[in-house]
């Protein structure tokens, strides 16, 4: 069964320092990742996804992501920290297999002291 | 254009009762997904709609929880003989299609609290 790991529940940054949110996956077929961002009182909203295509990945608001297949992570960056970031990140995984059900970690707690 | 709504947004009952949680996805959406998300932790998967039928129920906990799509769009989540346990965000999500890549869509989500 695959599993997703985010290592740190919370995360704290000054702004406009480097964000840097883990996220290992444990899968023998390399899945699909993605990763949300959950705003107080929001829904999740995607940042971005790999699909197998480019292994580095552009999503929204600045955020990018890298898959490594020999590190089996997919870490969430940002150059600079904006006070706005400040929200609830999740990695998911979809394995091919098990049709199209998202399975999450249990998310990291972004922090950006002024 | 519209997103994905949940009704309520709130729902406080007492254990044992039954509650029903609707969801309204985006229109022309033909998947549908249920998740439960308890508090300090990950959404989970309950089930996934294809049209009106349920294509995977399998992330449903025991027989107490029914979901149901009858045309294709609304979906209700429905829970019998509340427990405390039950207590947690659900939230409802679509996407185009089932792709295994299609992005899911989520709503605010219901917040039940059982007493």
């Known amino acids: 069964a695959q599993s997703v790991t985010q290592l740190g529940s919370h995360v704290s940054v000054s702004e406009g320092a480097l964000v840097l949110l883990r996220c290992n996956y444990s899968s023998s077929v390399p899945p699909y990742l993605f990763w949300y961002v959950q705003y107080p009182n929001q829904g999740l909203q995607l940042l971005l996804k790999?699909?197998?295509?480019?292994?580095l990945v552009k999503g929204i608001n600045g955020f990018e992501a890298e898959f490594k297949k020999s590190e089996t992570s997919f870490h969430l960056t940002k150059p600079s920290a904006h006070m706005s970031d400040a929200a609830e990140y999740f990695c998911?995984?979809?394995?091919?297999?098990?049709?199209?059900?998202?399975?999450f970690g249990e998310g990291t707690q972004l922090t950006v002291n002024p | 254009g519209a997103g994905v709504s949940q009704t309520p947004s709130n729902k406080v009952t007492e254990k044992g009762k039954y509650v029903e949680l609707r969801c309204d996805p985006i229109?022309?959406?033909?998947?549908l997904y249920w998740y439960r998300q308890s508090l300090g932790q990950g959404p989970e998967f309950l089930i996934y709609f294809q049209g009106t039928g349920a294509a995977d129920d399998s992330g449903l906990p025991n027989d107490r929880f029914f979901a149901v799509r009858p045309e294709g769009s609304v979906s209700t989540l429905k829970i019998q003989r509340t427990e405390r346990g039950d207590s947690a965000v659900y939230l409802c999500?679509?996407?185009?299609?089932?792709?295994?890549?299609?992005?899911?869509?989520f709503g605010p989500g219901t917040r039940l609290t059982v007493l």
């Open positions: 998911a995984v979809i394995q091919e297999t098990s049709g199209s059900r998202l399975t």
């Open positions: 999500a679509s996407s185009p299609r089932t792709g295994t890549t299609d992005t899911q869509y």
């Open positions: 229109s022309g959406h033909t998947a």
């Open positions: 790999y699909t197998s295509a480019a292994t």
